[in-house]
């Protein structure tokens, strides 16, 4: 859609007192991110010459969540006049003036209306001569929706809102969606002369093809056949229920590209997260932010990545990790834990019960387990033993540590940061390392064994330990 033909005016301007929550409601997440985000990402993909998002309650804190992922939106302030027909007015009074095309109006609180739908309802709209064209779903259970109501013809004769239906239009299962397409004139026509008289004191944006339809213009209805698409987030159930399906479709995406999903059910993957073909997730997996998996990577159960990078044929077990890089064929897991600028190289190893942060490990090199690496930087074939431990801070400041190509350390040892372990170096089991290591070189800490004899019999008397240590020493 090229030309001045196209503006989206995106209403967001609400409050969502039944969300219960000191978060507005469009900034309320599913599937990675804001319900108006999604309305925004999809306004982006109609090449819409024009997108206003109308604010109102928390307008500061809503500008500052979207201002920098959606540079090309203009934030327009309602005023205390309330309803839909003012934030739409106020949205259309900001146009320029030359602008003639058509005016789709979404909710803001609307994440599942997916581009290719509104695509086809803007063509409804366009092959037909309406002055408004609205978007319906028949459901079986109206509640809380405006009931579209028809003329004898079949027409769109007007809408009426829930709390301003009679029980017959109550009873009515064609239900107006909340999405729209206006010719910019008639807008511009018909909402000054919108009033506030009605059960809430509003100005409905319902009431323009009421007076078109008093003026005998025609007023277009698409219904749609998925239902879902029309879905909006009211309260936190509604927001489960609205993310689910969300996932539902974004899995479902991946799967025709070649992705195994072995359990959709449990599997959640946000939609700025990119996947190759065969990648296989198993069970209890989420896959969140903007994460990317390279071709054959096997990830999960009960994993999480958020913001990470996965390399070809890598597994990942039983582990979380946020903005961290896996290289290709590295094992993590299970059991670990990655925070912020860990990066695993080729064929490397994180594996159980370890911890890393801002570690930089180098390719085949391995942290097998029980150990924490931190603010450091390990070559390639290095290989640390269990409870190896970086001691990077010193209650003031973090320090680095750096262990260079084909280093070995012992069980239990401590890299008392900032300290340097040269190419080829070793530490007994149990060392604590203060000074540099040359490459090469064995580093111990020795003391020496003793022995107290009869030490738990004399202090332990009457426990078992005791008893057996006695039993020991009379059959020698």
Request: hydrophobic share 40%; with cysteine.
């Amino acid at each position: 859609m090229t030309g001045n033909t196209l503006a989206i005016i995106i209403l967001a301007a609400g409050q969502g007192t039944r969300m219960r929550s000191r978060l507005p409601k469009v900034l309320h997440e599913i599937g990675g991110r804001p319900l108006v985000g999604h309305v925004l990402t999809t306004a982006q993909r109609l090449g819409a010459d024009h997108v206003e998002v109308v604010v109102r309650h928390e307008r500061d804190q809503v500008v500052a969540a979207l201002a920098q992922d959606y540079p090309d939106a203009v934030f327009i302030d309602q005023d205390e006049i309330p309803g839909t027909g003012r934030a739409v007015q106020v949205a259309v009074d900001a146009l320029p003036d030359d602008f003639d095309g058509d005016v789709l109006v979404l909710s803001g609180d609307c994440p599942l209306a997916d581009a290719d739908t509104l695509r086809s309802f803007l063509d409804a709209h366009r092959a037909g001569e309406a002055g408004a064209t609205l978007m319906t779903a028949v459901v079986d259970d109206p509640t809380g929706y405006g009931r579209v109501i028809r003329d004898e013809s079949g027409g769109v004769d007007r809408i009426v809102e829930q709390k301003d239906a009679s029980s017959d239009e109550a009873a009515v299962r064609e239900i107006n969606a909340g999405m729209y397409v206006f010719r910019v004139g008639v807008l511009r026509e018909y909402l000054p002369s919108v009033g506030v008289d009605n059960a809430q004191s509003e100005m409905y944006l319902t009431d323009v093809p009421g007076m078109l339809r008093r003026d005998g213009s025609p007023v277009a209805a698409s219904v749609v056949t998925d239902v879902t698409v029309t879905y909006g987030v009211n309260d936190r159930a509604q927001l489960a229920e609205v993310g689910r399906l969300l996932n539902q479709r974004i899995v479902r995406r991946w799967q025709l590209e070649g992705v195994t999903v072995i359990d959709p059910a449990t599997t959640w993957i946000d939609d700025d997260a990119t996947l190759a073909p065969d990648v296989t997730i198993l069970p209890n997996t989420h896959i969140l932010r903007a994460t990317k998996i390279a071709e054959g990577a096997i990830i999960g159960p009960d994993t999480t990545l958020v913001d990470c990078e996965v390399g070809e044929d890598a597994i990942v077990r039983r582990s979380d990790a946020t903005l961290a890089v896996i290289g290709a064929e590295a094992m993590v897991g299970p059991f670990s834990f990655l925070r912020p600028n860990t990066v695993l190289g080729a064929r490397g190893k994180i594996g159980a019960y370890v911890e890393t942060k801002n570690a930089e490990i180098g390719e085949g090199s391995k942290v097998p387990h029980l150990s924490y690496v931190g603010d450091a930087t390990i070559g390639r074939g290095v290989n640390l033993g269990a409870s190896t431990i970086t001691a990077n801070y010193d209650d003031v400041h973090k320090h680095r540590t750096v262990v260079e190509d084909e280093v070995h350390t012992g069980s239990h040892t401590t890299l008392v940061a900032p300290v340097r372990l040269g190419a080829g170096a070793k530490t007994g089991a149990g060392a604590v390392v203060r000074k540099d290591v040359p490459a090469g070189s064995l580093s111990m800490s020795i003391a020496p064994q003793r022995n107290i004899e009869g030490w738990v019999e004399k202090n332990r008397a009457g426990t078992g330990a005791a008893d057996a240590a006695a039993r020991s020493r009379v059959a020698e």
